[in-house]
Antibody
Framework: QVQLVESGGGVVQPGRSLRLSCAAS????????MHWVRQAPGKGLEWVALISYDESNKYYAESVKGRFTISRDNSKNTLYLQMNSLRGEDTAVYYC?????????????WGRGTLVTVSS | EIVLTQSPATLSLSPGERATLSCRAS??????LAWYQQKPGQAPRLLIYDASNRATGTPARFSGSGSGTDFTLTVSSLEAEDFAVYYCQQRSTFGPGTKVDI
C-alpha cells in the first residue's frame, strides 16, 4: 500500500535551517509529482512546494520562495524540503503528498506529517 | 490568484442529517476542484476530485457537484465518523475550511 513517512522536524531557532525528508513506498515514486503542504497550529492548509516526477519543474508558494528548496532522490524513493532562514510563521506540521494519477493536483495520498517549531 | 471561500465556517448537525457545504471560487476553475476531509490529529484525506468524482474509498454518501465558480459537497446522511473539517482545493489554493460538528 502507498506510504509516505515524513521525518526531520523539531525545534529550531529563527534564522536557522532544517531539512525534512519524506520516505515513499508502495508505488513507483519516480512516476509521480510530489508536494509539501503545511498547517500551522489550529489553522488551515497551505501548499508549500511542488516538484515534478523528474525534478525538471519546481514551484513554490510566495511565502517560502528563496528560502525553501524542494528536491527528490528517485533512487532512494525520498522527497526533501530544505528550509533556510526559518521564521516563526514557518511553525507548522509539514505534510508530504502525492499528485494524483501522475498529475500535479489534487493530492491522493498524504503522510502523517512532521512538526516544525521555530522558536528561540 | 484564485481565492476560495467556504461557507458556512461551522455546520452543527446531528447524525443522520444531510450536510451541504459550499465552496466558491473568485474566478472560474471549470471543474478543477477537490474536497478533503481532515479529522483532529490526522492528515487530510482526498474525498472528491474534478468536482464530482469520488476518490478511492470515499463512501457513496459523499457527493460533489458544481462547475465554474460554485461548488457543493453533500453528505447525504451524516455518520459519526463524518464530523470533521472539510477543505476545498483548486490547484495550489485551499479554502479556509468548514467544520462539521455535532
Amino acid at each position: 500500500q502507498v506510504q509516505l513517512v515524513e521525518s526531520g522536524g523539531g525545534v529550531v531557532q529563527p534564522g536557522r535551517s532544517l531539512r525534512l525528508s519524506c520516505a515513499a513506498s508502495g508505488f513507483p515514486f519516480s512516476n509521480y509529482a510530489m508536494h509539501w503542504v503545511r498547517q500551522a497550529p489550529g489553522k488551515g492548509l497551505e501548499w508549500v512546494a511542488l516538484i515534478s516526477y523528474d525534478e525538471s519543474n519546481k514551484y513554490y508558494a510566495e511565502s517560502v520562495k528563496g528560502r525553501f528548496t524542494i528536491s527528490r532522490d528517485n533512487s532512494k524513493n525520498t522527497l526533501y524540503l530544505q528550509m533556510n532562514s526559518l521564521r516563526g510563521e514557518d511553525t507548522a506540521v509539514y505534510y508530504c503528498a502525492r499528485g494524483r494519477s501522475g498529475n500535479y493536483f489534487p493530492f491522493d495520498y498524504w503522510g502523517r506529517g512532521t512538526l516544525v517549531t521555530v522558536s528561540s | 490568484e484564485i481565492v476560495l471561500t467556504q461557507s458556512p465556517a461551522t455546520l452543527s448537525l446531528s447524525p443522520g442529517e444531510r450536510a451541504t457545504l459550499s465552496c466558491r471560487a473568485s474566478q472560474s476553475v471549470n471543474t478543477y476542484l477537490a474536497w478533503y476531509q481532515q479529522k483532529p490529529g490526522q492528515a487530510p484525506r482526498l474525498l472528491i476530485y474534478d468536482a464530482s468524482n469520488r476518490a478511492t474509498g470515499t463512501p457513496a454518501r459523499f457527493s460533489g457537484s458544481g462547475s465554474g465558480t460554485d461548488f457543493t459537497l453533500t453528505v447525504s446522511s451524516l455518520e459519526a465518523e463524518d464530523f470533521a473539517v472539510y477543505y476545498c482545493q483548486q490547484r495550489s489554493t485551499f479554502g479556509p475550511g468548514t467544520k462539521v460538528d455535532i
